[in-house]
């Protein structure tokens, strides 16, 4: 689990929106950043 921002996530992996990469994001997984954190809490 990291603590950086979806914003700051984006950025290192290449992608300069990170509205953007929340949509890719959740067509790969499913979930949205926000709740694929929420469910990855332990």
Known sequence: MTSLSVQE???RTGYG???YFSRIFK???GL???SYRKSSKG
Do not use: F, G
Request: net charge positive; glycine share 0%.
């Open 9 to 11: 996530i984006a950025a």
């Open 17 to 19: 929106d990170a509205y």
């Open 27 to 29: 067509k790969v997984t």
């Open 32 to 34: 949205s950043p926000k």
